[in-house]
């Protein structure tokens, strides 16, 4: 029988790898992606280990095994689930996470725009109407000629030049609206050299380690009694 791990007071374990498996294939991540999310976590944990050190939880016996668990964890699962924030809410609350390093802006293909959305920027920004055609990919939805790097990046300011009226897309950044209609969920975008992915992936860590101490110390208490 296998040991009984510090996830484990959060998720059973075959539960995990079968959402795990299936956010794989939802989110259609290929070799490259695989090998970028575990850099991101990779990066994620030198965070964790400074935040929650396990030299702390020496009575609990939590290892560094436990802390790279709880952040995979945290990369696919919303923190409503343990009666947190969802990945929006955090993401609303934390912008200052943000340091405008303009990769976002710089590195993404295509940048998404919904029909529902394109008349309101073409309107407030006429000279959109030739920068912009339809995206054959995907129905309903339109992008930029030229996005990669996008035209409308203020490399100067580290500022979008139209950020009012900048595609729900880049204003959800780090976060990818998927799923079908009436089951939408946002995502992070698990970007190795994106800060503000990193902070989000890091509190959500923070927050289910806490949650799966909290448990197992009671569990402790229990098993006393």
């Known amino acids: 029988m296998s040991q009984f791990r510090l996830r484990d007071y959060l998720i059973d374990r075959e539960l995990f790898e079968s959402i795990r498996n299936a956010a794989l294939q939802e989110e259609a991540w290929d070799e490259d992606k695989q090998d970028e999310v575990k850099r991101f976590e990779k990066n994620v944990l030198q ?3 400074k935040k929650r050190p396990v030299k702390r939880y020496k009575k609990f016996s939590i290892k560094k095994l436990d802390l790279k668990e709880i952040i995979e964890l945290a990369d696919i699962s919303s923190l409503k689930l343990f009666q947190g924030p969802s990945n929006l809410e955090l993401a609303q609350i934390h912008s200052e996470w943000c340091n405008h390093c303009g990769k976002c802006c710089t590195q993404s293909s ?3 725009i919904h029909r529902d959305e394109l008349k309101a920027i073409i309107t407030l ?3 959109l109407k030739d920068e912009i055609i339809p995206n054959h990919r995907y129905q309903e939805h339109f992008r930029f000629k030229e996005d990669q ?3 409308f990046h203020d490399w100067e300011q580290k500022r979008c030049r139209i950020y009012d009226t900048r595609p729900q897309v880049c204003q959800n950044y780090p976060l990818m609206l ?4 009436g089951k939408e969920h946002h995502i992070i975008n698990l970007r190795q050299d994106c800060h503000y992915a990193t902070k989000l992936v890091l509190e959500k860590s923070i927050f289910l380690f806490d ?3 909290k448990r197992k110390s009671k569990k402790n208490r229990n098993s006393q009694n």
């Open 47 to 49: 965070w964790m280990r």
């Open 110 to 112: 295509p940048i998404f």
């Open 125 to 127: 920004n006429p000279s």
């Open 149 to 151: 790097p996008c035209k």
């Open 178 to 181: 998927i799923g079908s209609e």
């Open 211 to 213: 949650e799966a101490v």
